[in-house]
Every structure is written in C-alpha cells, then in structure tokens.
C-alpha cells in the first residue's frame, strides 16, 4: 500500500491562482522521492499539502490509505511527530540558541534522552556542520547557510520516519550540501521515505531517486 496517495489534487489560492492542477501521484515506503521544478512550480503548496500545513481546494490526499478528511488533528499530530520536516522558511526560533532549537525538536518528539546523551547526540551533528562553536549562540545571529544547517538537524535530529525537505540545500557551501545528501541517503537506506524538493541541477544529478516534475502547478512526465 502506498505511504501517501493524492487524487486529482488541486490547490488554489484567493482571489484566484491556481498553485497545483489535478495532481494525482503516489509515494511508497522507503522511497526516496525528488521533487523538481522552476521556483514556483508548486513544490512548497505540494508538500504543505502533504504535512498538512494547508489543504486542498479539491481532490483527495490518503496516508497508508486513510482520507485526510477523515483523520482529526489529533490523529495527524502522531504522524506529524513521526515526520523531519525541512521548512523552505527554517521555523527557527530567532531568540533561542541553536542548541536550545534543535533540542526543542527532541522534546516535542518526547523522546526522552538522557540530557548528556542527547548532548552528545546534538554536537556530533553540530561539529559534521561546523557549527559546535555556536552552539549556544541565538539564532538571529547566525548567516542564511548557517540557519539552514540548524533547519536540517533540527528535522533529522529526532530519527524521524519520513523526511520532507523544501530547498534544504539553497544558501549552503559544497561541503555541507555534500554532508546532507550523505545523510539523506543514509536514513533512506535505513528504510526512511525521503520526500526532496529542489531546483538545483546539481542536486538531481547526485541523487538517484524516483522524480516527479512539477511546472506550473502541473505534473509533467519526465522522459
């Protein structure tokens, strides 16, 4: 059975603009999904669609077979809590250090470390970023790149099930773009479903995934 199922999804947006036409699409267990397109394609109104952020105008979406209608807020909290999410807009805390966000992920998880072992957790994903020195540093003063590597473990820090990244990849240096994919390939391995939206050529080419392509709100097969 597949993990998530849209039907004949359309997305619009008042007064009128149509972000996402009559998508119908599927994504397995443990795939490892690329979603690509120009910058306004409708990749980020998809997976808002998809972590139920926003909901259609139209159509149907089903986890494991479920309608989203029928699922309450409460039911959906315990799926979201299994999801990394990769916000294309961070959701950083701008007041609280980057240690104090990425432990924040732990705690709305509720897994429950032990505080020194999810220490020890935290700073080695912070020293693969070259970040442990602003561990305790607040986040509104970090740069772009820096505050998408907080994004990124944040999501990924909590050993979530499905991982869902918007543009995880768009202000940062080669070598830490490198480290997310290695990362992102290695929880898919484990039998993670990896959902990634991106433009980035570059990306693609080093990404060996099932791809659906996105223009204009539209599905476009790929040849």
């Known amino acids: 059975m597949p993990l ?30 690329l979603l690509t397109g120009p910058t306004g394609a409708g990749k980020t109104t998809l997976l808002k669609l998809i972590y139920r952020e926003e909901e259609p105008t139209d159509g149907e979406i089903f986890w494991e077979g479920l309608p989203y209608s029928s699922l309450s807020y409460n039911d959906f909290l315990k799926i979201r809590r299994r999801m990394g999410i990769i916000f294309q807009d961070l959701k950083l805390l701008e007041d609280l250090s980057v240690y104090e966000n990425i432990k924040l992920s732990l705690d709305l998880a509720e897994i429950n470390l032990p505080k ?8 080695d994903y912070l020293e693969r970023f070259d970040l442990s020195l602003k561990a305790n540093k607040k986040v509104k003063f970090l740069s772009g790149g820096e505050k998408q590597k907080v994004g990124f473990i944040r999501a990924i820090i909590k050993d979530p099930d499905y991982i869902i990244a918007d543009e995880p990849t768009g202000n940062i240096d080669p070598l830490s773009i490198k480290e ?17 939206a991106t433009h980035d050529p570059i990306i693609i080419q080093q990404v060996e995934a099932k791809e659906i392509h996105l223009h204009k709100g539209e599905l476009i097969p790929k040849c």
């Open 4 to 33: 998530i199922t849209l039907e004949r999804v359309t997305k619009i947006y008042p007064p009128y603009f149509r972000a996402l036409h009559n998508i119908s699409l599927s994504i397995e267990p443990g795939e490892f999904v």
């Open 116 to 123: 020194k072992r999810a220490k020890v957790i935290i700073y």
């Open 180 to 196: 997310i994919l290695s990362i992102l390939k290695e929880l898919n391995q484990k039998g993670k479903t990896v959902l990634l």
